[in-house]
């Protein structure tokens, strides 16, 4: 326990004649640090792990000594091409888009002081698949590779502003169920738009257009890995680099301005780069739910809500818990494939119910 | 005396509102004293504040602090010379009360400053002061009333601020922790000789521990000055639109003659 050894240094350096005040919280945020550090740092664990897991399952069993012979440029090239061309751009996308919704997820939970809010449930997915779909059914995709994510973007966007206009954000807090209403209503007609516009589309745009709605990594690729890679990871920094100004609004947008915080325009800031990452995760693979809600939620209950600790871990975990979900996808029901919106909609379902029981009743 | 805040003729007015929430509001605040601010619900002294912290801005009139129009001030500069504690905020997550104290050094640590031995032992202090530190450890989401309103005194503190201003500090306190609140901030202004500015419904205790009193109603200042000068049955039965009695606090101590308010069972039909 933490909290024992902070005390015995205490005793200690008071024996020793130093002041409790000087040197108490020095030891205290050492201990601090260190707890955090060795937190992501098991975590990071964690996520190499599942990877390495879901590098060796599926259809095709890869043992790991295949997998390192692969690496190293010796392997069969039929395991090499299962490796190389299939799982490891499926992993790299897979992890990406955990992280980026995980870290959204946390991001929104802050800015609407709320631990239900999550991209999926807010109804932001859905409206950053009808962009996707629109783009596609509308021929853009072919034109730029940024129509798609641009699109989804706006979709995105537009989705944030519905539901804030809707649950009226004008004052204080926002009320949960009105919230949540939003949300859910506002995601219904995204979906009922979506199946609207796909049913102008041809049969393979049809094909690939359902897979926005239920979410899935089959259609990835080293090129669609990579481009959400260069969205998600710049974006997943900046959002670390404001994690102390968060941290304040976290506790009220009133507070958050007296403390010194430029409240509108980090609000701004943090609404376009979530929809920025939601708009690039679901044009790669999908609005797949759950997952910005489960994983904080975690990540808070091992350790605490501080954002300097929260994003970085949600970014891993999130990885780690979107790669492994796939993983399973793809492998209970081999040698078809589960979307995995259905899996983590499955965990992800189960906890937000808890978490509402948990919240004295909806207040 | 330099003042801290002065207030000129100020005019607010809500949007889409047919009449102004306040109306030539003059205020100044001097260093080292304890403000109140007085006023029945919906008389503006929420309003007062927000428009005398830059939150809203003045329809018309003039705001400024140390000398400096309020519009001009950085948010982070003066975020280290004022702390305010507003009525209620949302705990929305189960942080530890030293991570809400805290974040009161964040105008003095920036967004990507690391915290020094400075910040460390500013928390510190204010822990100690507001009576948190005991229980620094717990989540602020199992405090009592008492417990949190302390923890958010601490963060205000913690900005080590020249000026404190408070909203309603005690609303939900039992009389205990009312008195101590109050108690912490004579101490403040007689030992740090912080200034304080607190709006609050506490009548008799403003008169006891306020050197200055403002009292507003509708929007207007119907009276300032001390407490001997503002607390008077015509005053205050006509702003509260209720019979009341002013009589002198029997003592012991440093509190005895100060005016004190004792409403009175209306004649019959008033009510």
């Known amino acids: 326990m933490p909290t024992c050894s902070i005390d015995l240094g205490q005793t200690w350096l008071r024996r020793l004649g130093y002041s409790r005040t000087h040197f108490t919280p020095a030891l205290a945020e050492m201990a601090r640090q260190t707890g955090a550090q060795l937190r992501l740092l098991a975590l990071f664990g964690l996520t190499l792990g599942v990877c390495a897991i879901a590098l060796v399952v599926g259809p095709v069993q890869v043992s790991l000594g295949d997998v390192l012979l692969v690496f190293r440029g010796r392997a069969d090239p039929t395991v090499y091409t299962i490796v190389m061309s299939l799982r490891v751009p499926r992993i790299a996308l897979a992890a990406s888009v955990g992280a980026g919704l995980a870290v959204s997820g946390a991001v929104f939970q802050a800015l609407l002081r709320n631990p239900l809010a999550e991209p999926y449930v807010l109804g932001v997915s859905s409206g950053a698949a009808v962009g996707a779909v629109a783009a596609m059914v509308l021929g853009l995709t072919a034109t730029s590779i940024l129509a798609l994510p641009v699109a989804a973007f706006l979709g995105a966007v537009l989705a944030i502003v519905l539901v804030l206009a809707m649950s009226g954000t004008a004052g204080r807090g926002l009320d949960t169920r009105v919230l949540l209403l939003s949300g859910v209503v506002i995601g219904a007609f995204f979906n009922a738009t979506v199946l609207l516009i796909i049913n102008f589309a041809d049969a393979d745009t049809f094909r690939a257009a359902m897979l926005w709605i239920m979410g899935s990594f089959a259609g990835a690729s080293r090129e669609s890995a990579f481009t959400l890679l260069l969205y998600v990871g710049p974006a997943l920094l900046l959002l670390m680099v404001v994690a102390r100004p968060l941290n304040l609004l976290s506790v009220g947008e009133q507070s958050a301005f007296h403390l010194g915080v430029d409240v509108w325009r980090l609000k701004i800031f943090l609404y376009v780069v979530t929809s920025l990452i939601v708009g690039a995760c679901v044009a790669g693979a999908g609005a797949i739910g759950f997952v910005g809600l489960v994983v904080p939620h975690a990540l808070r209950l091992i350790g605490g809500s501080d954002h300097r600790w929260l994003l970085p871990g949600c970014a891993m975990a999130g990885a780690a818990f979107m790669v492994g979900a796939d993983a399973i996808a793809r492998t209970v029901v081999a040698p078809a494939e589960l979307p995995v919106g259905v899996v983590t909609a499955l965990i992800g379902v189960p906890v937000f119910l808890w978490l509402l029981r948990t919240r004295d009743g909806l207040a | ?271």
């Not at chain 2, 002294?45 to 000398?67: I, P, W």
């Not at chain 2, 004022?82 to 920036?110: C, D, N, T, W």
């Not at chain 2, 302390?150 to 963060?155: E, K, L, P, S, V």
Request: glycine content about 8%; proline content about 7%; hydrophobic content about 40%.
């Open chain 2, 1 to 271: 005396m330099t003042c801290q805040f002065e207030l000129k003729g100020v005019t607010y007015s809500y949007p889409g509102a047919d009449r102004n929430a306040l109306h030539r509001v003059d205020l100044s605040v001097g260093s080292g004293s304890l403000h109140a601010l007085l006023g029945p619900n919906g008389s503006g002294k929420s309003t007062l504040l927000q428009v005398m912290l830059g939150e809203a801005r003045a329809s018309s009139g003039h705001v400024s602090f140390r000398g400096r129009p309020i519009v001009e001030w950085k948010r982070r500069e003066i975020a280290t010379q004022v702390a305010f504690v507003p009525q209620s905020e949302p705990l929305a997550f189960p942080l530890k009360v030293r991570e809400l104290v805290e974040m009161g050094r964040y105008p003095h640590i920036g967004t990507l400053g690391r915290a020094g031995p400075d910040d460390r032992r500013a928390v510190e202090e204010a822990m100690e002061v507001a009576g948190v530190a005991s229980f620094a450890a717990r989540p602020i989401t199992t405090l009592s009333g008492g417990e949190l309103q302390r923890t958010r005194i601490a963060r205000a503190l913690a900005q080590k601020p020249l000026t404190l201003v408070l909203d309603e500090p005690t609303a939900a306190l039992d009389l205990h922790f009312e008195m101590e609140t109050f108690e912490l901030m004579r101490r403040l202004t007689v030992d740090q000789s912080l200034t304080i500015v607190v709006a609050t419904h506490n009548l008799n205790l403003a008169a006891r521990y306020a050197s200055h009193v403002l009292l507003l109603a509708e929007g207007r200042v119907e009276a300032a000055g001390s407490p001997q000068d503002v607390f008077t049955k015509d005053t205050l039965e006509r702003v509260y639109r209720w019979p009341i009695a002013v009589l002198p606090h029997p003592g012991p101590g440093h509190d005895a003659g100060v005016p004190q308010v004792v409403p009175l069972t209306p004649p019959r039909g008033v009510a």
